[in-house]
């Protein structure tokens, strides 16, 4: 008997461990596999990983190599080389559309003079004989010898029968020539509300500010749907080229929106996109009765509102005059009352405001307004968006009302030449304040602003932590109280940028269940010389696991 019951349970035993080695060795199936790698996994303990899985668009386990290999399978692996791997990159506040559009238009950053405009102008206008007016953007004064204005006359001489519209490197300012005035129908008696045509000696110089802007813009031929595809689709190919996996769009319309949701659906836009509504009464009506639209790769959940203008064009709106100009203050976009009246509207949605801040006029304004409307500790996470110049006793607001301050580290480094001269040596010291931000609710969301800025996060990255111009100019970085380290400007340009768009969730951290986007750099941002941090390079970039460049 008892012989019989040992043979019967060997004999089990031998039949069922048998049985079973096919079952213990085989390995889950995913669609990707990345091991040999030094990943950045920007999860709450901030640890590294070496190795992760992907399927269906999302990670399904993150280890060492050893364990991911023996876990799982899969007909894609790569071998990372020991490279570094990070969360896929955030910009949460651009332009992206804009972009798009800027890349077909004359490119004139980092002009150094009139002159050198009127070349580029030339040389772009012989090679697009078919455009039936001249558009470009990028000019900034404030890199030329004479750091004023410029005004119409060299563009009369070199064009005076095709219309010119020449936006400055903020998008706040814009010269046109006499031609554009005249189809525009501006004149020395024009005004607009919120900006400025500029008349010296009773005659119009071809300067417009701000809201001014918009009486050319009206005459302006309007791209076709198939040049606006084509503008993003450009657009796209150069944030991937940069391992950006998710953008923003500071301000759109409900046709540009809708073509963007359509390019998606159809899967030749595989960029995700935050899209901020543009204000005004048709998108307000819109939006806030279809309420917050969201997919996997579009996410329109906010209103874009403008307080005032730019420090470079002196339209951010100061407490006290420029230094550099004293019978100027600057001036708002909107009256306090329309404002107030837009931001309860969106206070009584579900919506997020996102309000453009520059001058510290303008962000005392709307952070004691948000604070009357949202009264306290909230998780509403409005942002401000730019924050630029803020008085220290308004700082401590953004804490008081959970606001986030949206910044862009690019535009310290870009505007410390000249910053000193508009706001005195004094005030400059509350401006681009980004640790004194950071501080008050322990998030910052960091963006470029491009095409204001370049597309590259990782300028954002260097401007953040050292302070410094791609020359690495000043030695010692600029207001170096106020830099991130290196895991707060990780962290801005992934986890917290995810934050500030409601999407923590979802991605912003290498975690199992989160979307798969990610990026392969070709050196480690978290330890490369701060000087050698703009010539890193992009090696891969995906979105939801598949390989986007």
């Avoid at 791609?470 to 109280?481: D, I, L, T, V, Y």
Wanted: aromatic share 10%; proline share 4%.
């Amino acid at each position: 008997m008892n012989f019989s019951f040992r043979t019967f349970s060997i004999s089990a035993f031998i039949c069922f461990s048998a049985a079973s080695l096919p079952l213990l060795a085989q390995k889950q199936q995913a669609d990707l596999i990345v091991h040999n790698a030094l990943i950045y996994t920007v999860n709450n303990q901030f640890s590294t990983a070496e190795a992760f899985a992907v399927k269906n668009g999302k990670f399904i386990g993150i280890g060492t190599s050893k364990d991911i290999l023996a876990k799982y399978n899969a007909k894609q692996k790569i071998d990372a080389g020991k490279k570094p791997v990070y969360p896929g990159f955030y910009d949460p506040h651009s332009h992206f559309l804009g972009l798009g559009q800027m890349l077909s238009q004359c490119d004139l950053v980092e002009t150094k003079s009139y002159e050198e405009i009127i070349e580029r102008l030339t040389k772009f206008a012989a090679e697009h004989p078919e455009n039936p007016w001249i558009i470009g953007r990028g000019w900034d004064q404030n890199d030329w010898d004479v750091k004023v204005f410029p005004t119409k006359e060299l563009l009369d001489k070199a064009f005076p029968n095709k219309p010119v519209f020449l936006t400055r490197i903020d998008g706040h300012a814009a010269l046109i020539n006499s031609k554009a005035i005249q189809l525009a129908k501006i004149s020395p008696a024009s005004k607009v509300n919120g900006g400025e045509v500029e008349v010296i000696d009773g005659q119009l110089t071809g300067i417009l500010v701000d809201n001014a802007m918009g009486l050319i813009k009206r005459v302006i031929p309007v791209p076709s749907l198939k040049e606006k595809q084509n503008m993003l689709l450009a657009a796209q190919k150069e944030a991937f080229k940069y391992g950006l996996t998710t953008v923003s769009d500071a301000g759109l319309n409900q046709d540009d929106i809708e073509l963007i949701d359509k390019m998606q659906k159809a899967g030749t836009l595989k960029i995700r996109d935050y899209v901020m509504v543009s204000l005004g009464i048709r998108n307000l009506e819109y939006f806030i009765k279809k309420g917050i639209y969201k997919t996997d790769r579009l996410n329109v959940r906010s209103f874009k509102l403008y307080a005032d203008g730019a420090l470079g064009s002196r339209g951010a709106c100061l407490l006290q005059p420029y230094s550099d100009e004293p019978t100027k203050t600057g001036f708002l976009l909107l009256s306090p009352a329309e404002l107030e009246r837009s931001l309860t509207a969106i206070y009584q949605s579900d919506f997020q405001a996102n309000t453009h801040c520059i001058g510290d006029s303008a962000n005392r304004l709307i952070l004691n307004l948000y604070g009357k409307l949202l009264k306290g500790k909230n998780n509403r996470r409005w942002r401000i968006e730019h924050c630029q110049v803020v008085a220290h006793e308004d700082v401590p607001k953004f804490g008081k009302y959970s606001v986030i301050p949206s910044i862009q580290a690019t535009h310290a480094t870009s505007d410390m030449y000249w910053a000193g001269d508009r706001l005195g040596k004094e005030r400059v010291k509350t401006a681009y304040a980004f640790q004194d931000l950071l501080k008050q609710n322990g998030i910052i969301a960091n963006g470029s602003d491009f095409p204001v800025e370049y597309v590259n996060p990782l300028f954002g990255f260097h401007s953040a932590v050292a302070r410094q111009d791609a020359r690495n100019f000043p030695e010692g970085g600029f207001q170096m109280e106020n830099a991130l380290s290196r895991e707060q400007a990780l962290k801005a340009m992934t986890i917290w940028s995810a934050y500030a768009n409601f999407e923590e969730k979802e991605r912003g951290s290498i975690e199992t269940g989160k979307m798969a986007d990610f990026v392969i750099l070709e050196a480690d941002i978290m330890k490369e010389a701060k000087e050698k941090l703009r010539n890193v390079k992009v090696s891969h970039t995906f979105v939801a696991g598949e390989k986007v460049y």
